[in-house]
């Protein structure tokens, strides 16, 4: 499986921008998908926000919470991330994965399979 994130770039402080995650390779239609973030200088992936399999069940870090929508093109598994009222503190390379199981772990980095390698989003003040 691979996963493939796209979408970062440059953007000032209010501004929006949307993301793509696409998978390939899969042979399972029951994988949720996360996004994570990892700001400069920290050592850990941030939970952002995440879609279950049916595409249904969405959670959000309060962080993003209300700025932030993620959800999933049907037609062609494309799973979106728009981004809104961007602000410099979401400033971070954005990673999208994968993984099956309980819900109650999607904010958990370790309960993912797979994962994308990555796309910058920098958000200037």
């Known amino acids: 499986v691979q996963l493939q994130a796209s979408g970062g770039g440059l953007v000032q402080a209010g501004g929006s921008l949307r993301l793509a995650c696409v998978a390939s390779?899969?042979?399972?239609?029951?994988?949720?998908t996360g996004w994570f973030r990892q700001a400069p200088g920290r050592d850990r992936r941030e939970f952002v926000a995440a879609l279950g399999w049916r595409g249904v069940d969405r959670k959000y870090s309060p962080t993003v919470q209300g700025r932030f929508s993620i959800w999933r093109d049907n037609t062609n598994g494309t799973v979106y991330l728009q981004m809104n009222s961007l602000k410099p503190d979401d400033t971070a390379v954005y990673y999208c994965?994968?993984?099956?199981?309980?819900?109650?772990?999607?904010?958990?980095?370790?309960?993912?399979?797979?994962w994308g390698q990555g796309t910058q989003v920098t958000v200037s003040s």
């Open positions: 390779g899969r042979t399972s239609s029951t994988y949720g």
């Open positions: 994965a994968d993984r099956r199981g309980p819900t109650g772990l999607v904010r958990i980095p370790e309960s993912y399979e797979h």
